[in-house]
Each structure stands twice: as structure tokens, then as C-alpha cells.
């Protein structure tokens, strides 16, 4: 089994989607660019990754391109949603209307 400093997220623009793969199998989440904005609606993260971290580094991954690319990010998938809503020095990449449900407890 690969080391977690293996698992390396990969932006694949063929299927839209950050990837990470171990093992013959594929994480992801997938985006969608539309102007200056960078959806992301689905996140998958088979079995064979639980507990390496690699949802938090899907997210990492999509946040740095849309910061990197100063995209708008709306966070339709809920895993990026909790993700998001969980560090408020994020809540900034959200289009303003969006932000409201991301208010943590």
C-alpha cells in the first residue's frame, strides 16, 4: 500500500475532476468552471482511503486552484461545504449570497 506522501492530487481536465489514485482506485471531486466561479458539486472517496486524509486534500487541492485562479468557489457538495464552513478564513471565497449557510455554531 502506497505511503500517504504518495497520494497526489491531480487536477484532471479530461473528466473535470481532482483525482487521487491508490491502488487501481480513484478519489475525487469534481468541479465545474463556468466564468469566474468553480463549483464543486461531488466529492468520492472510496474505502480504500479512509483514514489518509485524501477528502482533505481534494479540498485543499480545488481551494488552492480557484485561490490561485481567483475563482469564486461554491461549494455544492456537502463535504466541501463542512470543509469550508469549518474555517471561517475561507468563508471569503464564497460568493457573498452563499455565505450565509456557512456560518459555524
Known sequence: MA???D???TMNTDTSRFEVQLGGETAFAEYRLKGDTITFPHTVVPDAFAGKGVGARL???GLAYAKENKL???PTCSF????IAKRPELHELVPPDMREGLATP
Open 3 to 5: 505511503a500517504d506522501d
Open 7 to 9: 497520494l497526489t492530487v
Open 59 to 61: 479540498v485543499q487541492a
Open 72 to 74: 469564486w468557489v461554491k
Open 80 to 83: 466541501f461545504h463542512a470543509c
